[in-house]
Every structure is written in C-alpha cells, then in structure tokens.
C-alpha cells in the first residue's frame, strides 16, 4: 500500500541480491480488486496473518503467516493441513512464557512482543519454506 513505502524500502534494504531479483517492488496496489489480480500471479505470500494472507490462502498461493503475538495461532489458523500454508507465532517460540500473559497485555504491549520474534527465530523455517515452495529446491 502506498502509505507502506517505508517500510517497504526498510525491508528492501536487508533482503540478499537474489531476493531482490524476485521482489517487485514498484507494484503499488490501490484497490483490492488490484491486490487480488497481482496476488494471484504471485508465486507465494509472506507476511502478517489477516486478511491478505487468507486471499492468499483462498487463491491456493503457498502462503508463510507470522501471527500477531495476542492472537490464538490454533484458533485462527486456517487451512492448516495444507503444507504450502504454514504459520509462526511467538508462542512457538517462548511457550511457558507468554501462554501466562493474558492476551490483552500482549496486546497493549504488541511492540514489546514483536521485538522478542526477531528475524532468527524464523530464519529455518522460513527458508525451509521458500526452498521448497517458492524455488522448489527441495
């Protein structure tokens, strides 16, 4: 979206020079009838879990969803037992720990939480996925 251009050029700035060769960078949506037609010819989806990852989900686009930390992974993740759809939560992660913070602190201190999943929680599985789903390395 046009109001993410930052964070879009943040993301950017850390990706590898063969990952840049995939990212599309200047495709800009400015509908969701737009999003829709540029998604379905997306080899895969990455990203927060909500409402782009279930148009993913719903046009079979191999789809990587990371959660948002005061949201139930069990109770919102859907087509699940489809291996090209897969999801992390913090809770994966730091289980005994946040399942005795009630959600709505997570939630009133989500930028707290979002800086405890940092980048090499993920990294493994996260490649796992692109190998086999997007580059079909695997």
């Known amino acids: 979206m046009p109001n993410q251009q930052k964070q879009v050029a943040e993301f950017l700035a850390l990706s590898t020079p063969v990952a840049l060769q995939c990212i599309k960078a200047q495709l800009v949506c400015g509908s969701l009838r737009n999003f829709l037609a540029i998604l379905k010819n997306c080899d895969g989806y990455i990203g927060n879990e909500g409402g782009a990852s279930n148009m993913a ?82």
């Open 57 to 138: 989900k719903a046009l079979n686009i191999p789809n990587f969803s990371i959660f948002s930390p005061w949201i139930s992974k069990d109770a919102w993740l859907t087509y699940n037992t489809i291996t090209y759809n897969r999801a992390v939560h913090l809770k994966d992660y730091y289980l005994g720990d946040l399942e005795k913070i009630p959600k709505k602190d997570r939630k009133k201190n989500a930028r707290y939480y979002y800086q405890l999943f940092i980048p090499e929680l993920i990294k493994e599985e996260l490649k796992k996925f692109m190998d086999e789903e997007i580059f079909n390395l695997i």
